[in-house]
Antibody, heavy 122, light 112 residues
Framework: EVQLVQSGAEVRNPGESLKISCKGSGYSFTTYWIGWVRQMPGKGLEWMGIIYPGDSDTRYSPSFQGQVTISADKSINTAYLQWISLKASDTAMYYC???????????????WGQGTLVTVSS | DIVMTQSPLSLPVSPGEPASIYCRSSQSLLHSNGYNYLSWYLQKPGKSPQLLIYFNSNRASGVTDRFSGSGSGTDFTLKISRVEAEDVGVYYCMQGLQSPYTFGQGTKLEIK
């Protein structure tokens, strides 16, 4: 059974750093892309970016390029989403997700993590 | 970016009645391989989204045949043949043709 298990909720002050995680199991972690989707409070879904753990090839949506860092440690089947300096506007639920990608595009997302709520407030 | 526009944004439905949700893309989602790169998701209250339909009309594993997807190019429809209480939540369409991959605004289905 494919599972994506995310780390727990976090509360941070503006300007602080943060790294959240997503552990994949039940499939070959290194041969599927894995990515992150943001959902701001009461809003819709936004694709942030993806990484291929096999070779660490990483692709960001333009809106998130330079704002976050996506990484993966294939030795422990875990993907990460990291911020260097959080802003209040980063407050959101973050979902890790496994997209099905081929021939240069990611056609759909077949599995989702349970979500990690990040709250940034002073 | 490809813009995805859903309608209606709110959909009250009586149990046992059919329901349709529409999704329009700003560019054709028809790939040269003949597949439309359009998928549908349901986010139940307080839960993660779940895949319902991929490649426009293929039901995901475990999804009831009360759900069906149709359309092509820029206009797509998700149909629920008979709405049940467990179908409440927000439905999203997503295009997977071109990065950045984009979602519709969501359609909130509620039971009358």
């Amino acid at each position: 059974e494919v599972q994506l298990v995310q780390s727990g909720a976090e509360v941070r002050n503006p300007g602080e750093s943060l790294k959240i995680s997503c552990k994949g199991s039940g499939y070959s972690f290194t041969t599927y892309w894995i990515g992150w989707v943001r959902q701001m409070p009461g809003k819709g879904l936004e694709w942030m970016g993806i990484i291929y753990p096999g070779d660490s090839d990483t692709r960001y949506s333009p809106s998130f390029q330079g704002q976050v860092t996506i990484s993966a440690d294939k030795s422990i089947n875990t993907a990460y989403l990291q911020w260097i300096s959080l802003k209040a506007s980063d407050t959101a639920m973050y979902y890790c997700a496994r997209p099905r990608c081929s021939a240069g595009s990611c056609q759909y997302i077949d599995f989702w993590g349970q979500g990690t709520l990040v709250t940034v407030s002073s | 970016d490809i813009v995805m526009t859903q309608s209606p944004l709110s959909l009250p439905v009586s149990p046992g009645e059919p329901a349709s949700i529409y999704c329009r893309s700003s560019q054709s989602l028809l790939h040269s391989n003949g597949y439309n790169y359009l998928s549908w998701y349901l986010q139940k209250p307080g839960k993660s989204p779940q895949l319902l339909i991929y490649f426009n009309s293929n039901r995901a594993s475990g999804v009831t045949d009360r759900f069906s997807g149709s359309g092509s190019g820029t206009d797509f429809t998700l149909k629920i043949s008979r709405v049940e209480a467990e179908d409440v939540g927000v439905y999203y369409c997503m295009q997977g043709l071109q990065s950045p991959y984009t979602f519709g605004q969501g359609t909130k289905l509620e039971i009358k």
